[in-house]
């Protein structure tokens, strides 16, 4: 016969079908079960599934999909790993786990939660495949992969299921390689993570209007997607359609215009734009989403014939004002609408302007509303009349379109939105610079508004029809090629022509287009305007020349450019040759405000007729511009200081005036101006004055950087420091300025500048380092002696004498120093010895007086932890005692107002690096930090209240110090207390300490992690004091009874926690605890069994007391532990019967009855324990020589007590009503037999409420009848057993007897057993009449008692009357 071969390769597998076992030998198996193989042959495997490791058999090789695995430890402990990722091994663990639950919210009928799991299963299973198909880029596997934990980490929350704690790229930590403060931490990050997806979910259901509120709150820049979808008016001509974002409060376009010609056919000029017109309005920032009112506008110029009815021999190609469409794009800003497929419909605007319209007006139906818009109207105030009007009878013409608001740059959306932006989308950039302006954003737009101009008509009757032709020349006048953009979406043009407006003096145009040149160019470069009158006759206009023109120069004469705003130009007439040489007219002014500052000009030869116009002084026109330029400057300030050489008597002037340049100026040039500073300082180092003030427009440039709007910005600063930055002695003047500042903190003038110097004191201590460290490059160490480390020294002392001073002087200047002194440690120990660095902050910290800036020193003591420099042994030597005395200090049980936030922080921090691998040795200063804080520590946590929220890290800190403290400072720590008295009470307090917090968990009950390593902690920490136990309070003189106590309940305590009843959890979250934890109720079960029977004679102090937790232990369903723990009780019976001198065990046993009745009546024991129990009860008794009888007798009535409990709880649950009341009947005798009226009472209650909910008021009569029958008539004492639960306030026998009978005549009443009550009412008078003396009692009872006569003969009467089948009348 062939033999079962073990499998090599084939060890790990998926049931791809359901296979039914035939034969015992066989294995069911249903769809995605997880096999592990061990053996195979002819086709069969023999294995296991996972879900139930102990059932072996075999099954069919084609029933199984095999998968790749790893085997660790052969034969017997042999395990399976898969070979996929840890995510996949995730992924798949949580389906299973979640399949589970799917089906019982099935079964339960529980629908909403039933979908919630549905999609949420299937979003994982799709996404699970897309990862494993490997198909995926490396940044689309990140984002999948936070897309998937996220998922995961919602769905077990909203399924009550263990918070997963992960690290910062998403992987499940190792509570093993984690630290207890970075795991406590992970808990509390993805805890808020998971509570912020909850938010996020609620508000999602609540209000659309929220959706993806936490994308744009961490977002600066956005872009807002525009896709034209068609455009609908009849025209006849080709037209050009501008859109921009505009403001209708400020009467302000806010973006550059997107470009759309349309054809005289309906459809884009250029076919391949069909179905293709999409642009993204890019670098909006936060500031203009909270405009109030936001709009998309829409020009239509006409580009054909004056009027739209002229023929072939009129002039066409001139584009001329149509109309406007706007719509309110408010929400869409505000995020409250948000549909990129919505269409919607913008109604269109015509201008009337026409002369058929005007002619026609009266006989047709007005195209536009009453008040007409006129064609010499400024565009902007079109734009608001239009807003203004509530409807526009637009006759279903307008654009459509569809819009969407998207966080980020252009870059950003590219990427995060690729199905709706590529590089074929237009981009059409915001007027002005983004709120944050990054380094590489290189730009150089000059943004050029035609706003309006005056005309004389000359020698005609009616004013001109105007075009203004722009262009752009260079200094010899050649024509710069393609420099201007009319609109995003098309190349740029060489000239632009505006539209013209129909024989209007005074033309607003309010054109703006965007001039693109070369930074190097800008300063030859200028802008020429020429003006022509067009004619609408064809052969008229081509004889019209043009009769002005005008030109701006992009750069004055100082090297700044074109201020932004309005600027009025001169316009020139005269012969055309002449307009068009650059050369005569660049030596003109070219605006009015030129004109008015510069020398005359009437002198010059060369420009006879070439004037500004005197025959029309009137004629006149207007431009306004914008720069957006990171090269540009318009500030003669700072181009003066980056030309400090050629203009050196103004350096100081500069300097100051540095300070009010615009920050977005200072960042453009930021080398430049470094470079600038420092080169003054080093090369002008005979003036000192010039050393403050380059130190002071440092600090200022360092504070602008740390802007939010600049930050980014950052980067090209350290760049700056260690790529470009070479003085080498500018540490001597940097710490010269810097000490003099410190060293006079009390001069008033100088307050504000210390403050910045302390709040850039991080850059300001690079610079000084690399300046140093480029000085000891060149020149070693030799050359300057110690003066560099002098001058820290110098500074450090000046601190200190600054922080001595009374608090109420500059106390902001305290605090600075507190919060940015620590940003130095990392740079400035590269130059200095970090040992004496580290005393010098001791000194520092020390110099502050006690009970001054607490928070502010505990905050600068937790930096200088997370510096480099606590890593180093040698500084911890000489850091941590110090740190050490101020939290003692802190946590002192005298302290009056202890920071306990600042101090968790501080001490978290410390114990944190301490865990570290790479930070040297560390057992010298965790001896020192459990010597001197570990009390401390716990008597924080004792007296915190749970509801604090610091609560949480002061537990985690302390399960730290416990977790990293070795064997030898366990027993160093005991040897420290100098009394025996001290350790009792640490013991006490630790004991109580764990005790509660193992009852009162601080954490969530779902950072399973966090609590099974706290549990594991406090484990090793009780095992550790268990040892000092048993050294000094075991023999007959040194026995602390209350400490053993103590102990015995806390190790109960720990056994029976929730968190450790492997078997209420599921079977993956079980298999999942004891692979990495064990079993732990075993660990403290052995233990407690240990210390039990260490007791020896000092047993008997503890029963009955310990009979009742003994019992919880023996309870825990764990057949190891219940064998283990059992034989205590016949230990305890023993010890009774040895020691009590009356040779039984009456303590014990009824100890022993009533606790096993409350533990099985909550739900613990089974029939399996029942026979275990016996059992091993029996063995024992049998064996021995005193208790063999009565132990047997007492083991059989535990035995049959047990089975009538269980019996009674299952009839309790899911019996009939006459079952349960057999069950509760068969107790009852049970403890009437065994005369435990306690008990006895307890169930006599129970059985008269069945009773009552049956409605047998007189079988609940006879219930209390029994109780009645254990109290006599007498005045003796209620002992409290004898009151129960429905307790009357009485105090005698005689009185709850009373109240009883008052009850039960009631019951017999009700029930229709008048007889008894009257039975019962004689006794009761009697005892009124005779014994108390309540006559008023008694005449009431006398008046029922007649009534119940009453009753009671009536019935009797009718049951003597025979009854008539007939009746007279």
């Known amino acids: ?107 339960e009928n529980k629908k909403t939660l039933f979908r919630q799991v549905q999609q949420m299963t299937y979003s994982l299973i799709e996404w699970r495949s897309q990862i494993l198909s490997g198909t995926l880029p490396k940044d689309e596997l990140a984002e999948l992969k936070k897309k998937v934990t996220a998922k995961i980490d919602y769905g077990n ?40 997806r909850i938010q996020e979910e609620r508000s999602l259901q609540q209000d659309l209007g929220l959706r993806g509120q936490a994308i744009f709150n961490s977002t600066h820049t956005y872009s807002l997607y525009v896709n034209v979808k068609n455009f609908v008016c009849n025209i006849g001509e080709d037209a050009e359609l501008l859109m921009s974002l505009y403001d209708p409060d400020q009467s302000l376009f806010i973006s550059e215009n997107y470009l759309v010609r349309w054809g005289s056919t309906g459809m884009p000029k250029e076919i391949e ?67 990129e497929e919505k269409q919607h419909f913008i109604p269109f605007q015509q201008i009337a302007m026409e002369t058929y319209i005007r002619q026609r007006q009266l006989i047709m139906a007005p195209l536009i509303t009453s008040h007409v818009i006129g064609e010499n109207e400024p565009l902007t105030s079109v ?92 200094e010899d006048g050649n024509l710069v090629e393609k420099a201007i953009h009319p609109g995003a979406g098309y190349e740029g043009i060489s000239e632009y022509k505006s539209v013209v407006y129909y024989q209007v003096k005074q033309p607003c145009w309010y054109e703006t287009v965007k001039v693109s040149i070369a930074i190097e160019e800008v300063s030859r470069c200028h802008l020429r305007f020429t003006f022509r009158h067009r004619s609408s006759q064809e052969s008229r206009d081509k004889s019209e020349k043009a009769f002005g023109m005008a030109f701006v120069k992009l750069m004055n004469a100082d090297g700044t450019t074109l201020q932004d705003g309005r600027h009025n130009l ?78 050196s008597q103004n350096i100081g002037h500069n300097l100051k005036k540095l300070m009010e340049v615009d920050g977005g100026e200072i960042v453009k040039f930021l080398q430049d101006t470094l470079d600038a500073l420092f080169n003054i300082m080093m090369e002008m180092s005979d003036n000192e004055s010039y050393d403050f003030l380059v130190f002071d427009a440092l600090v200022f440039i360092i504070s602008l950087i740390g802007d939010i709007k600049f930050q980014h910005f950052n980067p090209v600063l350290e760049t700056y420091i260690y790529k470009h930055f070479s003085a080498t002695l500018a540490y001597v003047k940097l710490t010269k300025v810097l000490n003099y500042y410190v060293g006079n903190a009390e001069d008033a003038t100088k307050t504000e500048l210390l403050f910045a110097a302390l709040k850039a004191l991080k850059y300001l201590f690079r610079f000084i380092v690399q300046s140093r460290v480029l000085y000891l490059r060149f020149y070693g160490k030799s050359e300057d002696g110690d003066e560099f480390n002098n001058a820290i020294r110098k500074l450090f002392l000046s601190f200190n004498v600054l922080m001595d001073r009374p608090l109420e002087e500059a106390v902001k200047i305290k605090g600075a120093a507190l919060k940015y002194l620590p940003s130095i440690i990392n740079d400035v120990k590269l130059v200095f010895d970090p040992v004496e660095l580290s005393v010098l902050f001791s000194k520092f910290i020390q110099s502050i007086p006690d009970n001054q800036l607490v928070r502010q020193k505990l905050n600068c003591m937790t930096k200088i932890v997370d510096s480099d420099l606590f890593r180093q042994a040698e500084c911890r030597d000489v850091l941590l005692p110090l740190l050490v005395d101020q939290l003692s200090g802190q946590l002192d049980d005298n302290s009056s107002k202890p920071d306990h936030e600042a101090c968790s922080q501080l001490l978290s921090n410390i114990l944190e690096v301490l865990d570290r691998k790479e930070v040297g040795p560390t057992a010298v200063h965790i001896q020192l930090i ?24 002061f537990v985690a800190c302390m399960t730290a110090i416990l977790r990293q403290m070795e064997d030898s400072h366990y027993n160093h720590y005991i040897s420290t207390f100098k009394t025996r008295q001290d350790l009792i009470d640490f013991l006490m307090e630790t004991f109580i300490m764990f005790k509660d917090l193992i009852g009162k968990n601080v954490y969530a009950n779902d950072w399973m992690v966090m609590t099974m390593m706290q549990s594991r902690v406090f484990l090793r920490a009780i095992n550790q004091y268990t ?172 035995s049959s007590l047990l089975e009538n409990l269980l019996d009674y709880r299952t009839s309790m649950h899911d019996g009939s009503k006459e079952n349960r009341m057999s069950c509760t009947v068969n107790v009852l005798n049970f403890y009437k037999e065994k005369k435990r009226e306690d008990i006895y009472i307890r169930y006599l209650y129970k059985l008269r409420d069945l009773h009552i909910e049956c409605e047998n008021y007189t079988e609940a009569a006879y219930t209390l ?102 009746t007279d009348g």
């Open 1 to 107: 016969m062939a033999r079962w071969i073990p499998t090599k390769r084939e060890k790990y597998g998926v049931a791809i079908y359901n296979y039914d076992a035939a034969r015992d030998v066989e294995l069911s198996l249903q769809v995605g079960d997880t096999v592990h193989i061990l053996e195979m042959h002819e086709g069969w495997y023999r294995g296991y599934t996972l879900r139930n490791k102990a059932k072996k058999g075999i099954f069919p090789s084609t029933y199984i999909h095999l998968k790749e695995a790893t085997v660790q430890d052969g034969g017997q402990n042999e395990t399976v790993i898969p070979s996929e990722l840890p995510l996949v091994q995730e992924l798949t663990s949580t389906l299973r786990e979640w399949a589970v639950i799917w089906h019982q919210l099935y079964v």
């Open 157 to 196: 929350r909203i399924l009550g299921l263990d918070l997963v704690v992960r690290d910062d790229n998403g992987n499940i930590l190792d509570p093993d390689a984690t630290s207890t403060i970075a795991l406590f931490k992970a808990h509390e990050t993805a805890s808020e993570r998971v509570n912020e």
């Open 273 to 339: 734009k069909l179905n293709n017109l999409q642009a993204v309005f890019t670098d909006l920032s936060s500031s203009d989403l909270i405009r109030p009112r936001i709009s998309l506008v829409c020009q239509i110029v006409r580009v054909g014939h004056m009027e739209l009815k002229e023929g072939k021999k009129h002039t066409c190609g001139l584009r001329r004002p149509f109309g406007v469409a706007v719509m309110d794009i408010t929400d869409i800003i505000h995020g409250k609408v948000d549909d």
């Open 383 to 474: 734009f608001n009349k239009v807003i203004a009007a509530k409807e526009v009878n637009h006759k279903g013409q307008g654009l459509w379109v569809s819009l969407k608001l998207l966080p980020g740059d252009l870059a950003q959306v590219q990427k995060d939105f690729s199905h709706l932006v590529d590089r074929s989308t237009a981009v059409a950039r915001k007027m002005g610079f983004p709120e944050i302006i990054l380094p590489g954003d290189v730009r150089n737009d000059i943004y050029i508004t035609l706003v309006h101009g005056e005309f004389d008509k000359g020698k005609k009757k009616t004013p001109k029809n105007v075009e203004v032709t722009m262009s752009v020349h260079d």
């Open 570 to 647: 001169i316009v020139y007439k005269g012969e055309n040759k002449k307009m068009e040489d650059a050369k005569c007219y660049l030596t003109l002014p070219g605006t009015k405000m030129e004109e008015r500052d510069g020398p005359s000009v009437k002198h010059q030869p060369h420009i006879t007729n070439f004037t500004p116009t005197k025959d029309s002084t009137k004629d006149s026109f207007q431009i306004a511009t914008l720069i957006c330029s990171t090269k540009l400057t318009q500030n003669v300030d700072l181009l003066g200081l980056l030309n400090w050489r050629s203009n």
């Open 930 to 953: 459990m010597e001197r804080l570990l009390r401390r520590i716990n008597r924080t946590v004792i007296g915190m209240s749970r509801q604090s929220p610091h609560i949480g890290s």
């Open 1027 to 1198: 040892s000092v136990l048993n050294r000094f309070f075991l023999d007959q003189t040194s026995f602390e009874l209350q400490l053993w106590n103590n102990y015995f309940h806390l190790a109960v305590a720990f056994l029976t926690h929730d968190s450790l009843q492997l078997e209420n959890f599921s079977q993956a979250k079980r298999n999942k605890m004891v692979k990495k934890y064990g079993d732990m109720r075993k660990d403290i079960g052995f233990k407690i069994r240990d210390m039990w029977y260490n007791l020896g004679p000092h047993k008997i102090k503890f029963i009955p007391s310990m009979v009742g937790p003994v019992l919880e232990v023996t309870l825990t369903p764990e057949p190891e532990l219940q064998k283990a723990t059992i034989p205590i009780f016949f230990d305890m019976m023993q010890c009774e019967f040895n020691f009590s001198g009356s040779r039984n065990f009456h303590m014990f046993e009824n100890e022993l009855i009533t606790k096993l009745d409350q533990e099985v009546e909550g739900g613990r024991g089974d029939e399996s324990y029942k026979i275990l129990l016996e059992k091993l009860l029996l063995e024992h008794c049998r064996k021995h020589k005193y208790l063999s009888s009565s132990g047997e007798v007492f083991a059989l009535l535990v």
């Open 1265 to 1366: 009848l029994l109780h009645a029958e254990l109290l006599q008539w007498s005045d003796k004492p209620c002992t409290p057993h004898l009151l129960q639960r429905d307790s009357y306030y009485v105090y005698s026998q005689q009185e709850l007897k009373e109240k009883l009978y008052q009850e039960i005549i009631a019951f017999f009443d009700k029930g229709k057993m008048w007889e008894k009550a009257i039975q019962l009412s004689k006794e009761l008078a009697e005892m009124y009449e005779n014994k108390v003396f309540d006559y008023e009692g008694l005449s009431i009872l006398l008046v029922r008692s007649v009534d119940f006569n009453g009753r009671n003969e009536g019935v009797q009467e009718a049951q003597k009357i025979p009854v008539s089948p007939t």
